[in-house]
């Protein structure tokens, strides 16, 4: 997401409520470019990538690596990201996962918010106004009057000064601004399943239901929690077992129970090769027992 970058959902993966998903699956991180920690200037004459173009290029990474598919996870801006690859490559995805996504273009005044902070990381880096922006944009509205989240707080202003080049998060966040609306090719283009999962204090929060009612209700479901803004940081226990409930939907990770532990123990007999195979056997991604459809493939001319 704009502010942030791949460390926090490594940190996300981290947590207790992920262990049993982290150990039975390969986390494939994406780092947007200048936005990794310590990253230098990016020449201010190159052209910064699109929202598209971010989306579609994430398919040479899977090239690159020799990865023939892959289930998205991606945040706030990453899960439009993330929702655009799916739409482009749809035989290359298992499904999405994405957490308070966004599909219109940017409003009127989200248009005049981006401005003022786009000219002040660009001028003068972070300060107290960016920062007020970027916590909003994370942790929704009602943040500051919950006391609770305070220590969530300035970890996450600490973070933003030390891991975030105020001058790249400017392309970035001028990059999000300028995004395209994709909500009426949502329900045609994005054909693998899809699981929204937002806060009922996310600052974006309308336009996450405006994305969900654009979808395809056969494939999309989304997960509201209350009094949150930020579900990885203040819900992970939730945002985990949903993910984990997809998954298993999807035919993955089927011998863990609610909480990531082993539902279960003994063999299953599949039908594929009428073998008996262990659990862990089990829980390791198969293809095969997806049936994937070229119908949709999009050209990469």
């Given at each position: ?43 201010p004459d190159a052209k910064f990538p699109t929202m598209q ?32 690859f799916g739409m482009k490559h749809p035989t290359r995805v ?208």
């Open positions: 997401d704009i502010g942030a970058n791949h460390l926090s959902i490594v940190e996300f993966t981290k947590h207790v409520a992920m262990q049993g998903i982290t150990n039975r699956a390969v986390f494939l991180h994406v780092s947007i470019p200048g936005q990794d920690p310590g990253a230098q200037d990016l020449n173009a971010l989306g579609e290029c994430l398919v040479n990474v899977l090239d690159k690596l020799e990865i023939k598919y892959a289930l998205g996870l991606g945040v706030g801006a990453g899960s439009n990201i993330i929702a655009r298992l499904g999405t996962i994405l957490i308070h996504p966004t599909s219109t273009s940017a409003g009127m005044m989200e248009h005049v918010r981006d401005q003022i902070i786009n000219w002040k990381l660009d001028s003068v880096g972070h300060n107290p106004s960016a920062e007020h922006y970027l916590v909003f944009h994370k942790f929704g509205y009602h943040v500051e009057k919950a006391k609770d989240k305070m220590k969530a707080l300035e970890e996450y202003k600490e973070r933003l000064h030390d891991e975030i080049n105020p001058r790249n998060l400017r392309m970035y966040v001028e990059a999000f601004m300028n995004r395209t609306d994709i909500s009426q090719k949502l329900s045609s283009e994005l054909v693998c399943d899809v699981l929204i999962i937002t806060g009922s204090k996310s600052s974006f929060l309308h336009s996450v239901e405006t994305m969900y009612t654009h979808c395809n209700p056969a494939k999309c479901s989304i997960l509201r929690i209350d009094d949150v803004g930020d579900v990885l940081d203040e819900a992970p226990e939730n945002a985990s077992q949903s993910i984990l409930l997809f998954c298993q939907g999807l035919g993955y990770l089927t011998s863990l129970g609610i909480g990531g532990n082993r539902s279960r123990s003994g063999s299953i007999n599949t039908p594929e090769k009428h073998l008996n195979v262990s659990m862990q056997e089990y829980d390791k991604p198969n293809v095969k027992r997806l049936s994937l459809s070229a119908r949709g493939e999009h050209s990469d001319n």
